[in-house]
T-cell receptor, first 114, second 114 residues
Framework: DSGVTQTPKHLITATGQRVTLRCSPRSGDLSVYWYQQSLDQGLQFLIQYYNGEERAKGNILERFSAQQFPDLHSELNLSSLELGDSALYFC?????????????FGPGTRLLVL | GESVGLHLPTLSVQEGDNSIINCAYSNSASDYFIWYKQESGKGPQFIIDIRSNMDKRQGQRVTVLLNKTVKHLSLQIAATQPGDSAVYFCAENGYGGSQGNLIFGKGTKLSVKP
């Protein structure tokens, strides 16, 4: 158990809908990362937050947004969902925002868009 | 089991043998590398990391070798066990520490025969 929690574990929804994925980082970690894992793209970085502020952006679609709250939990919002958004979404956390620290991953949320 | 990528390289070994998983990384500015293990239905689990000022690092039953000249990383698992069966990913930080996100390789599926 990495100490990172994610809810829900599974999510099934329809095209055009909006969903929110939630992540709680490990105790003491200030930085949160979101990754998408799909069959054809592997693990892709979406966005990073550090202590409530956006730190870095990767290949995140404009339909997707995220935020980190004062209690450090983070939410990833996916809207106008398309079939191609079906994937595993992982949250990871680390104590600081730099890239020379280990990131610990949560169990993921499996999203299926029908 | 969980499948990442349509053409995931597969390594099949006998229980008790040593395994070597290879990875070519892309960015010569990367100065931090991590190996993750992902079991079916779970998030990536940290195995071992190495910084670019080292060429070898050992953990419990695992060794990571780094060859910066040819941008190559390998993970050696000693006395491979059935519980080692999983997909293994190498990751690099890609930006020399200026950003926190990781860049993941496509993964290698390790299958251990009892």
């Amino acid at each position: 158990d990495s100490g990172v929690t994610q809810t829900p574990k599974h999510l099934i929804t329809a095209t055009g809908q909006r969903v929110t994925l939630r992540c709680s980082p490990r105790s003491g970690d200030l930085s949160v990362y979101w990754y998408q894992q799909s069959l054809d793209q592997g693990l892709q970085f979406l966005i990073q937050y550090y202590n409530g502020e956006e730190r870095a952006k990767g290949n995140i679609l404009e339909r997707f947004s995220a935020q980190q709250f004062p209690d450090l939990h983070s939410e990833l919002n996916l809207s106008s969902l398309e079939l191609g958004d079906s994937a595993l979404y992982f949250c990871a956390s680390s104590p600081q925002p730099t890239s020379v620290e280990t990131q610990y991953f949560g169990p993921g949320t499996r999203l299926l868009v029908l | 089991g969980e499948s990442v990528g349509l053409h995931l390289p597969t390594l099949s070994v006998q229980e008790g043998d040593n395994s070597i998983i290879n990875c070519a990384y892309s960015n010569s500015a990367s100065d931090y590398f991590i190996w993750y293990k992902q079991e079916s239905g779970k998030g990536p689990q940290f195995i071992i990391d190495i910084r670019s000022n080292m060429d070898k690092r050992q953990g419990q039953r695992v060794t990571v070798l780094l060859n910066k000249t040819v941008k190559h990383l390998s993970l050696q698992i000693a006395a491979t066990q059935p519980g080692d069966s999983a997909v293994y990913f190498c990751a690099e930080n890609g930006y020399g520490g200026s950003q926190g996100n990781l860049i993941f390789g496509k993964g290698t599926k390790l299958s251990v025969k009892p």
